[in-house]
RNA sequence: GCUCCCAUCGUCUAGAGGCCUAGGACACAUCCCUUUCACGGAUGCGACAGGGGUUCAAAUCCCCUUGGGAGUACCA
């Protein structure tokens, strides 16, 4: 294949998971890397767990992540339509055609006799493959299947397209990240490729889709391996070019079981309402399976881009950890945008009267609370003692640093010195500040017991934002109000 | 059960026979910086699953065991 052309092709059943977002991710970074075409495609087959509100999902978690498709359901292409239920007109004819071949057949057999075969296989502990029970069925026994009323569905014959193309029932591909694979074709039955109703089976309709797409690398999950073997062959009896497969491990949660809800945020729209960026998301999830050449690892994604290569990619599963997410996460708040990251904080502080500060103030409050946060959403509680007049006290921090005579002493000889504190000259106040702490410095109280009473009395807290920024921000009015609050 | 995949610090990983007394990142611990908490810096803790081979030499190759994961649908 001269173009390369790679594909994410989610079904819309949930929200975007992280798994297919970072199979989404490798798929694209190996297209850009490749000067390739990223195409996206929504395959919708089952009506009944698909939805619209997952298809937008889908679109939005995918744009939020930077992960732009060439072509797709919104922005079209040369092979669409992109949304598999509106392919269905284009199933039969392959279907005909491997019927045509005699690489497949008609199977009358009923759901209870299917499930007798397979109890049988259970009771015999052998692998369940389908008995072949209607492959020879005659014109006369179909008609007379028909005339009872079945409908047939239409089987894939495995041993005949492997007959015809290899020398032996072992089928071996060669795959970009796991190497050589290979699986016995006699230990796979012959599976539905159209359903009853008439319509395409899963392992059917990626082949014919990808196939008609064009798409030169397949880069999936390996929960798919099994199914490669089937669809290779289905390529091969349609008389197609097979595309290059490349199987990544799973993502597994701690307990290495499958990441599911119990262990917290799945889809990325949840970790980006919990306030995770979707830049950190991205680096974080490139970083499972993949590793810079220069051991750098906060990388944007045109970076990861450049020094990708898929062969260099992890053939072994990983662990999805938040402490180093959270980490990460916390770095790129820190260079992010002030500006950008206002706007972006603004959702999580919407218990607040924002219309208490102005703009330049909430900046200045972020600014001064950006540095120990790991998630957007740490802001929420970090911010409070900004707003309103009163402040709530945590856990003890009265007691020990305003309730004693020394924070006593400190506050009224705060108090006493309000009226000359510079509060709208950051440089003059900081050193106000200074000679403040140097005061009870001279009396053997260290500087920072002396700025936890202060703090302790205006924010309810023992830690938190510059207290330069806390005074500045607070103002005059409420700093005096807090403070005489606190002296007894 | 059957088939397939995988196996380096707690986690993500570097390592493609000698460069490995196994490197980095996160987490953790200690120290430094400091108006707090942090950030940052320094140091430390910490792994080649086990057993056999092959080889002058194995984390790297082969086999077995064990452990984990996936698939086994007229789901996708």
Not at 219 to 233: V, Y
């Amino acid at each position: 294949m001269d173009e390369i052309r790679v594909r994410i092709a989610p079904s819309p059943s949930g929200n975007l998971h992280v798994g297919t977002a970072r199979t989404a991710l490798f798929n694209y970074l190996f297209a850009k890397k490749n000067n390739g075409k990223f195409v996206l495609r929504i395959e919708d087959t089952d009506a009944e767990r698909t939805s619209q509100a997952y298809v937008d999902n889908i679109f939005d978690s995918l744009k939020a992540l930077g992960l732009n498709w060439d072509e797709g359901p919104d922005v079209g292409g040369n092979y669409g339509p992109y949304t598999q239920s509106e392919r269905f007109d284009i199933y039969p004819k392959y279907v005909q055609e491997l019927l045509d071949k005699g690489f497949a057949y008609e199977c009358f057999c009923t759901p209870e006799e299917l499930e007798a075969e397979k109890e049988e296989a259970t009771a015999n502990k052998k692998a369940y493959v389908y008995s072949k029970k209607c492959e020879n069925l005659t014109e006369e026994e179909k008609a007379k299947l028909r005339a009872e009323g079945r409908k047939p569905a239409i089987r894939f014959n495995i041993a005949k397209a492997q007959k015809a193309f290899h020398d032996s029932s072992i089928l071996a591909f060669e795959d970009l990240v796991k190497g050589h694979l290979q699986q016995d074709t006699d230990l796979i039955g012959d599976f539905v490729i159209m359903k009853s109703n008439g319509a395409p089976t899963y392992n059917y309709a990626v082949v014919i889709d990808d196939m008609l797409m064009k798409i030169s690398h397949i880069i999936r999950g390996e929960d798919h391996i099994s199914n490669t073997f089937k669809q290779i062959l289905i390529y091969e009896a349609l008389g197609a070019e097979v595309p290059r497969f490349g199987h990544l491990g799973m993502i597994l949660a701690p307990d290495r079981s499958k990441l599911s809800k119990r262990h917290g945020a799945t889809a990325v729209s949840e970790f980006v309402e919990k306030g995770y960026l979707t830049e950190a998301l991205n680096n974080f999830v490139a970083l499972l399976g993949w590793a810079p050449s220069d051991g750098v690892e906060l990388k944007s994604l045109q970076e990861i881009a450049a020094d990708f290569r898929i062969n260099e990619v992890s053939s072994s599963n990983s662990v999805f950890e938040y402490d180093k997410l959270n980490w990460m996460n916390g770095q790129y708040i820190k260079k992010m945008d002030i500006k950008e990251l206002t706007a972006m904080a603004k959702p999580f502080l919407s218990k607040y009267d924002l219309t208490e500060l102005t703009e330049e103030q909430l900046e200045k409050v972020i600014t001064a609370t950006r540095e120990p946060i790991t998630i957007l959403s740490d802001l929420t509680n970090d911010v409070a003692y900004f707003f309103g007049k009163d402040i709530e006290f945590e856990e003890g921090v009265k007691e020990a640093n305003i309730d004693t005579e020394q924070g006593q002493a400190i506050l009224k000889e705060f108090a006493s010195r309000i009226d000359s504190l510079a509060f709208d000259d950051e440089e003059k106040l900081h050193e106000q500040m200074a000679e403040f702490r140097n005061f009870f410095k001279e009396q053997g109280i260290k500087p920072k017991v002396t700025m936890w009473t202060i703090r302790a009395a205006l924010t309810g807290r023992t830690h938190g934002a510059d207290m330069g920024v806390v005074l500045e921000v607070l103002g005059k009015d409420k700093v005096q109000y807090r403070i005489e609050k606190a002296i007894v």
